[in-house]
């Protein structure tokens, strides 16, 4: 059976140019990179050549990215390090209720450190509003930290008027832009964020290596403590198959940006009126139109969100829920919450997230085979009774 992958939001497959560019640095070039030998100056070269295209496609400056070992680390780094070489810059800090766990928890850490935290409210689509930003600053709010898009939903935040709010308050901007590298044009300098998560394998590269923007002028110490690598602010051995694999994969986005963005746009418009025309009881969830491209999130009523995924396993279409039954807990995820969703109807929630390789075949059937699993899922609902 032909598998419909539409979880992209969750991870995506390695381009085969990215694994192609990679396997070198695994077989005959497989030097450190720190090393003086040839070996190593080639692995030096590739790294370098590398963080030039990852720098390139968010408009920043060589000097300005540091590798990460992903998304979570370089979330991580970027709240946990900055806060830790600016104890002068005050003990508050500020995030949202829709924010990835990675921040939120490495907030939360921060806060048993002994900062204070506040977490913004989102609007019913899932928006933190420059004026929820605006009230919540104080003299004392060292760090601010929204994502640019959710990756349950999908909004898409204004992260330049709200980097721009935090500013005025002499507080730093840092946005966790893992769903958006690669799928919208971002400019970090246009955005003007001070700090800017990206992980390789949401935009077609490999696990396991991501990167954080800083900022020239922004001082943020040491996350790993031991080698100089990156100079100094994340020691280790370059993981330089990564690397290269994730340069490739930015030289990729960058190239077929706006052709991927436009395909996304118009399947994923297809995929959700077919699906909000067809099917009873429904709702979008997440903003109607600064929506991730590719992106489709809704709520079915009277309906369990692990059922429809194994439903729709059945038929070989992979997807994802923002409601887990899964060990006992019957709580949907925290950001259907924060947009003020009922138990009853967030319980029933599915993202689907397209990427390049899915095609109108894929829409049809999904479009096909949905109607129907919703409607025996009911059938056998005792909620529906
Ligand atoms: C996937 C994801 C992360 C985590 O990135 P990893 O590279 O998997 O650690 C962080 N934030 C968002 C919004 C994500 O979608």
């Known amino acids: 059976m032909k598998q419909i992958y539409m979880d992209h939001s969750a ?9 192609n560019a990679m396997i070198p640095y695994y077989t005959d070039s497989y030097g450190n990179a720190s090393s003086i030998h040839a070996l190593g ?4 070269r590739a790294v370098d050549e590398a963080r030039e295209a990852v720098a390139n496609l968010i408009g920043a400056g060589f000097k300005e990215i540091v590798f990460t070992s992903g998304g979570t680390e370089a979330n991580n780094q970027a709240i946990i390090s900055y806060l830790n070489s600016n104890l002068k810059a005050g003990r508050h800090i500020i995030t949202s209720a829709v924010e990835h766990h990675a921040v939120l928890d490495t ?4 806060q048993k450190q002994g900062y204070e935290l ?12 420059p004026e929820a930003l605006q009230s919540a600053l104080r003299p004392d709010t060292a760090l601010v930290s929204i994502m640019h898009a959710n990756n349950e939903v999908g909004t898409i935040q204004p992260i330049k008027e709200l980097a721009a709010i935090a500013h005025a308050g002499n507080a730093v901007f840092h946005t966790d832009a893992v769903q958006t590298v690669g799928k919208l044009a971002i400019d970090v300098k246009e955005l003007g964020v001070d700090m800017l998560s990206a992980s390789a394998h949401k935009l077609y590269g490999p696990k396991g290596i991501g990167c954080l923007y800083i900022r020239k002028g922004i001082r943020v110490g040491n996350y790993l403590h031991g080698g100089e690598q990156e100079r100094g602010l ?17 030289e990729l986005a960058k190239y077929d940006l706006q052709k991927n963005q436009a395909k996304l746009i118009k399947l994923a418009q297809r995929l959700q009126e077919g699906i909000l025309n067809s099917i009873s009881n429904t709702c979008l969830t997440g903003h109607p139109v600064n929506r991730l491209p590719g992106s489709v999130s809704v709520c079915f009523e009277y309906v369990e969100g692990e059922s429809i995924l194994l439903m729709l396993d059945r038929y070989g279409i992979l997807a994802s829920s923002g409601s887990a039954c ?15 969703l009922q138990h009853k109807i967030a319980h029933g929630s599915l993202r689907l997230t397209l990427g390049k390789e899915n095609t109108d075949e894929d829409v049809n059937m999904v479009l096909e085979v949905l109607p129907g699993i919703i409607q025996n899922l009911r059938r056998m609902s005792p909620l529906c009774n």
């Open 11 to 19: 991870t995506t497959p390695v381009d085969p140019e990215v694994f």
């Open 234 to 250: 994340r020691s280790g051995t370059e993981n330089v198959p990564g690397i290269v694999g994730f340069g490739k994969a930015c």
């Open 118 to 129: 506040t977490i913004l409210p989102v609007t019913p689509e899932g928006l933190v509003t």
């Open 41 to 44: 100056r080639i692995a030096r």
């Open 107 to 110: 907030c939360h850490f921060m």
């Open 326 to 340: 899964t060990s006992g807990s019957l709580d949907p995820s925290h950001v259907l919450l924060a947009l003020g």
